[in-house]
T-cell receptor
């Protein structure tokens, strides 16, 4: 079974630009969660999507948004990039997200200059 | 406030020297506790899920245990390939469906040959 895939793997942007990251979950998994990982804050929950609906949201500004498609693939968007948005963005999938183990992708390394 | 604390932050062991990593949590309504391993530049790799106090799970040289306030990851006779950051995460919420995980800061383990 193929694992979680994320594209692109690396991205360099400048302040003020916007970016879209993509995540393809494991086949059959309907829950997709996004996390931001930085050396200072560790892994922080951004949001979770289940059956195309945002089910939960972390404490991030509205510049961070996401969506999920009918095939469970998900995208997250960050608008008006700031230097502090530089991080590893991780996507995780699980069958339904509730008390199931979540399987992570390799992440997208975003650098904002 | 829901919180997950891991200790120590860093641990250096000689090959074969057994030890334990700690994950203490203060959350309301634990639904599950998860252990992950993360290698540099990669996404977290799932290790164990524990659901209730007294539960134990083993995999090769690793054994995870759970009490009402903390979890331990015991590493028996570690090898250099066990070197990684070990992350603990909890999922909360008895009445709501959510895939949100709250992560600890991790313990970085280095095993020297």
């Amino acid at each position: 079974k193929a694992g979680v895939t994320q594209t692109p793997r690396y991205l360099i942007k400048t302040r003020g630009q916007q970016v879209t990251l993509s995540c393809s979950p494991i086949s059959g998994h309907r829950s997709v969660s996004w996390y931001q990982q930085t050396p200072g804050q560790g892994l922080q929950f951004l949001f979770e999507y289940f059956s195309e609906t945002q089910r939960n949201k972390g404490n991030f500004p509205g510049r961070f948004s996401g969506r999920q498609f009918s095939n469970s693939r998900s995208e997250m968007n960050v608008s008006t990039l700031e230097l502090g948005d530089s991080a590893l963005y991780l996507c995780a999938s699980s069958p339904d997200g509730v008390a199931n183990e979540q399987f992570f992708g390799p992440g997208t390394r975003l650098t904002v200059l | 406030e829901d919180q997950v604390t891991q200790s120590p932050e860093a641990l250096r062991l000689q090959e074969g020297e057994s030890s334990s990593l700690n994950c203490s949590y203060t959350v309301s309504g634990l639904r599950g506790l998860f252990w992950y391993r993360q290698d540099p530049g990669k996404g977290p790799e799932f290790l164990f899920t524990l659901y209730s106090a007294g539960e134990e799970k083993e995999k090769e040289r690793l054994k995870a245990t759970l009490t009402k306030k903390e979890s331990f990851l015991h590493i028996t006779a570690p090898k250099p390939e066990d070197s990684a950051t070990y992350l603990c995460a909890v999922q909360i919420g008895r009445s709501s469906n959510t895939g949100k995980l709250i992560f600890g800061q991790g313990t970085t383990l280095q095993v020297k040959p």
